[in-house]
Antibody, heavy 121, light 108 residues
Framework: EMQLLVSGGGLVQPGGSLRLSCAAS????????MSWVRQAPGKGLEWVSV????????YYADSVKGRFTISRDTSTNTLYLQMNSLRAEDTAVYYC??????????????WGQGTLVTVSS | EIVMTQSPATLSVSPGERATLSCRAS??????LAWYQQKPGQAPRLLIY???TRATGIPARFSGSGSGTEFTLTISSLQSEDFAVYYC??????????FGQGTKLEIK
């Protein structure tokens, strides 16, 4: 059974840092692109970042570029999101999502349960 | 960046009736359009990809149509478990992947 277990959320002060983890199982983690998607309280979904399979290419939303870093450890099947210089507007539930598709066209076929990040003093 | 616009924001439908949700892209996304369902406190669940292909395990009462810039999600004969928020998402031109703002399907 495919599973994505997200952890690492919590309360952090503005300007602080946090690292989220997403432990994957039930599929060959190293062969899939993986994304982080967030949802501010009562709001819609916002894509945050993606890391490619194989070449580990990375892309970011403009709202987090230069502050967040996505990475993966294929030896432990874990996806990470290092979040620095956090702002109040980063407050959200953060989901990791597995991508599916081909030829550069990928949708999110499986999502982790999410973890809440609250940025507040 | 491709902007996705969903309508209506809220749709009130009685159980057993049909619901039609719309999604418009600011430029063509061909058929690279997905639909997700989200219930309170839960992660989104993939319903439809490729504009019209049901994901694994999704009941046949869910159907998607459209291409280019206009898309529709239809739920025939609404069941109680179908009342949720629905999001469309384009994956034709990225980064960034972009979502619509969601349509809340509520019981009439």
């Amino acid at each position: 059974e495919m599973q994505l277990l997200v952890s690492g959320g919590g309360l952090v002060q503005p300007g602080g840092s946090l690292r989220l983890s997403c432990a994957a199982s039930g599929f060959t983690f190293s062969t899939y692109d993986m994304s982080w998607v967030r949802q501010a309280p009562g709001k819609g979904l916002e894509w945050v970042s993606v890391i490619g399979a194989g070449d580990d290419s990375t892309y970011y939303a403009d709202s987090v570029k230069g502050r967040f870093t996505i990475s993966r450890d294929t030896s432990t099947n874990t996806l990470y999101l290092q979040m620095n210089s956090l702002r109040a507007e980063d407050t959200a539930v953060y989901y990791c999502a597995k991508e599916e598709g081909s030829f550069g066209y990928y949708y999110f076929d499986y999502w982790g349960q999410g973890t809440l990040v609250t940025v507040s003093s | 960046e491709i902007v996705m616009t969903q309508s209506p924001a809220t749709l009130s439908v009685s159980p057993g009736e049909r619901a039609t949700l719309s999604c418009r892209a600011s430029q063509s996304v061909i058929s690279y359009l997905a639909w997700y369902q989200q219930k309170p406190g839960q992660a989104p669940r993939l319903l439809i990809y490729g504009a019209s292909t049901r994901a694994t395990g999704i009941p046949a009462r869910f159907s998607g149509s459209g291409s280019g810039t206009e898309f529709t999600l239809t739920i025939s004969s609404l069941q109680s478990e179908d009342f949720a928020v629905y999001y469309c998402q384009q994956y034709y031109s990225w980064p960034p992947y972009t979502f619509g703002q969601g349509t809340k399907l509520e019981i009439k």
